[in-house]
């Protein structure tokens, strides 16, 4: 492999920032090395690569790190012309991806593990705040699917189909751990149909951590979450 398209990805299998980086490598066609971190003992190549956050993921491309999940998809698009574009040519749609995407990597993901960490009346706050907001998705997607969700394919998933796959890909997963239903076909008609054809396409499925070992890590934040003095 050429030294400048030397591709090596820090990361953790459970972080959907991580997945997410892995799913555009691979809709792009970029072989890549990548690198397991252990987050409790972190590697010193971590260490050098993220001295500021300390986090993965962490992009490192012909030894020039990358780090920021958003950021480096942006940089994906940009330097690898090859495969889908992530983002749109216009810049008015190309803005409306980034409000959306935006909104779902910083909002709609803190609200929905804030569901996660908590019961009584502060989850049923939180329930409330993460359905309103995938009801606001529902109706600003509106304006990206004006005429619905036709067939998605491999060459047409962009930034925004990766950052929702990577939060909101398992909904199985939550429903199960959380005995909730977020994703409903009749509240997000649009969000449930949208998730759907993504999942239908091989290279996204695959990017989904395996349903039983994630149902395991999300049980154990949870326990952890309402069991402080037992962690």
């Known amino acids: 492999m050429a030294e400048e398209n030397k591709v ?43 001295p500021v956050s300390k986090k993965v993921p962490v992009l490192v491309h012909n030894g020039k790190p990358l780090t920021e999940s958003l950021v480096i998809l942006e940089y994906i698009d940009e330097t690898w012309k090859n495969g889908p574009p992530l983002l749109p040519q216009d810049p008015y749609k190309r803005a409306q991806i980034r409000f959306w995407a935006s909104f779902v990597h910083q909002q709609l993901f803190e609200t929905w593990l804030s569901v996660l960490k908590s019961d009584g009346e502060v989850q049923e706050k939180a329930l409330k705040e993460v359905l309103e907001k995938l009801s606001a998705l529902e109706e600003g997607i509106k304006n990206i699917f004006p005429e619905g969700i036709q067939i998605i394919e491999h060459e047409n998933v962009g930034l925004l189909d990766i950052v929702m796959i990577s939060v909101f890909g398992p909904y199985k997963v939550h429903e199960e751990v959380l005995g909730l239903k977020l994703i409903d076909p009749e509240k997000t008609p649009l969000l449930f149909s949208w998730l759907t054809a993504l999942l239908e396409i091989p290279v996204v499925k695959d990017s989904l951590p395996p349903h039983e070992k994630l149902v395991g890590v999300l049980k154990f934040i949870r326990h952890n979450a309402l069991n402080p003095t037992s962690a």
Not at 29 to 48: A, C, F, Q, R
């Open 8 to 50: 090596k990805l820090l990361g953790f299998w459970v972080s959907p920032y991580v997945r997410r980086v892995e799913l555009a490598l691979k809709l792009k066609g970029i072989p890549y090395e990548y690198v397991e971190e252990d987050l409790k003992n972190k590697s010193s190549l971590l260490l050098k690569y993220n």
